[in-house]
T-cell receptor, first 112, second 114 residues
């Protein structure tokens, strides 16, 4: 059973608008969450993270929101740019563990 | 060179072949990982090495055999694979195997077993 789920396999957004990528998890012991971005023919690259003691973390155009009661996190990209088109993976870990559990990814397309 | 480098980028092998995947990191990290990404599936952790010692084997079949001669190099030896082992194999490294640090990934080896 998948502990980290990204239920939307794809998302299409107009350039300049907001992109919202969602991620749900089932294990309440997860205490650290990360987003990775992956371009074709490249490995995933770290984007932004959040600890369970926070509910929001912002880095430039990227903001991650964590709702622990709903076991839900989201990544907001605003404004979206065509170069943001990639697959985005949500990942989680527990007890300060190195073991990252990944979601299956959401493919984002930002249309010019 | 910087970052995490994997070779080869693409590999086609028969079920009776023996091949090896190589990973090298130039980040001074102490932990290295092998992940597998199959089509439309999440990234799956296979093996973890911390300071050259294997600390995790995530129920991986013995036809996959990792080797970590030093903190900068990681190999994945393959033998008698099955077609369902075809996937993208990703190497990653992190400062150490404690939590709350991000992992840096290589570009992956696209493996096809015929």
């Amino acid at each position: 059973d998948q502990q980290v789920k990204q239920n939307s396999p794809s998302l299409s957004v107009q350039e300049g608008r907001i992109s919202i990528l969602n991620c749900d998890y089932t294990n309440s012991m997860f205490d650290y969450f990360l987003w990775y971005k992956k371009y074709p023919a490249e490995g995933p690259t770290f984007l932004i993270s959040i600890s369970s003691i926070k509910d929001k973390n912002e880095d430039g155009r990227f903001t991650v929101f964590l709702n622990k009661s709903a076991k839900h996190l989201s990544l907001h990209i605003v404004p979206s740019q065509p170069g943001d088109s990639a697959v985005y993976f949500c990942a989680a870990s527990r007890d300060s563990s190195y073991k990252l559990i990944f979601g299956s990814g959401t493919r984002l397309l930002v249309r010019p | 060179e910087t970052g995490v480098t994997q070779t080869p980028r693409h590999l086609v092998m028969g079920m009776t072949n023996k091949k090896s995947l190589k990973c090298e990191q130039h980040l001074g990290h102490n932990a290295m990982y092998w992940y597998k990404q199959s089509a439309k599936k999440p990234l799956e952790l296979m093996f973890v090495y911390n300071f050259k010692e294997q600390t995790e084997n995530n129920s991986v079949p013995s036809r996959f055999s990792p080797e970590c001669p030093n903190s900068s190099h990681l190999f994945l030896h393959l033998h008698t694979l099955q077609p369902e082992d075809s996937a993208l194999y990703l190497c990653a490294s992190s400062q150490d195997n404690r939590g709350n640090t991000e992992a840096f990934f290589g570009q992956g080896t696209r493996l096809t077993v015929v």
